[in-house]
């Protein structure tokens, strides 16, 4: 069980420090969406954060992120304004499905998966829904060769193809790249990569101005270099549980 009186001071301390990085940093708070990662959690802390007024929430796996948004959907007393992020690995096959509770996913990697996000039409031909997908492109920003395939994220040289495709897709909007600093590599300088590679993106998308890149450890370094998104879990929730 969490304490909620301990869940409403890590929240508003959170808050405060991302108020305070935009201060010296010279931006906006309003520019910034703070999306509480939930995963691995009960549904009755996500209930918690609700009270506590927060309404973006991830998850990184999809057994465990649609049941909590139906559990929550079928509850007359949830807000209705609340919105999931997907942020974890996913798989071509479960795209469709994704799409159906996620507002936005911040996980697209290859243009399979893109291509899987944008259908917007039944094995039988049939338009099934023409509301357009919000996405993060995710990059790869480790430079060693050994880096982990199972993580993710597309690597800097196929960023552009992956790109056009995205863009041409007329179902998808791309909002911008997301990134995970690499173990080993200083988030300042992963973020630095990031808003290089942000910069790309927007020469041959112009509305895709937002960079999801934050977490628990180095969201107020992400802020400096320009996130938009930050993704913090257990600064928020306390220690993840083990694996449901
Ligand atoms: C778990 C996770 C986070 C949050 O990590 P914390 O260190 O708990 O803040 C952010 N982004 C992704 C992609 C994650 O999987």
Do not use: C
Not at 94 to 118: C, F, M, N, T, W
């Amino acid at each position: 069980m969490t304490d909620p009186t301990a869940l409403a001071e890590r929240l508003a301390e959170v808050q405060e420090r991302i108020a305070q990085s935009a201060v010296r940093s010279g931006r906006s708070a309003d520019e910034l969406t703070l999306i509480v990662i939930t995963k691995f959690h009960p549904v009755e802390l996500v209930r918690d954060l609700i009270d506590l007024g927060v309404r973006d929430f991830g998850e990184n796996r999809h057994q465990e992120a649609r049941q909590k948004a139906a559990e929550l959907a079928a509850d007359p007393t949830t807000p209705d304004d609340l919105r999931w992020h997907f942020v974890g690995q996913l798989q071509t096959k479960k795209a469709r499905q994704v799409r159906e509770y996620a507002s936005v996913i911040h996980s697209v990697d290859r243009p399979e998966l893109a291509d899987a996000l944008g259908r917007r039409t039944s094995d039988r031909g049939s338009v099934e829904d023409d509301t357009r997908t919000d996405v993060f492109l995710q990059i790869d920003l480790d430079e060693r060769s050994s880096a982990d395939p199972s993580r993710g994220g597309v690597a800097p040289a196929d960023l552009a193809a992956l790109t056009e495709r995205i863009v041409a897709s007329e179902s998808l909007r791309l909002l911008g790249p997301m990134a995970v600093a690499p173990l080993g590599m200083e988030p300042i300088r992963a973020f630095m990569r990031l808003r290089e590679l942000a910069e790309q993106i927007r020469a041959v998308s112009p509305s895709s101005r937002f960079i999801s890149a934050g977490m628990s450890g180095d969201f107020e370094t992400a802020i400096e270099v320009g996130a938009t998104h930050l993704r913090v879990g257990t600064a928020i929730t306390g220690s993840r549980p083990a694996l449901p």
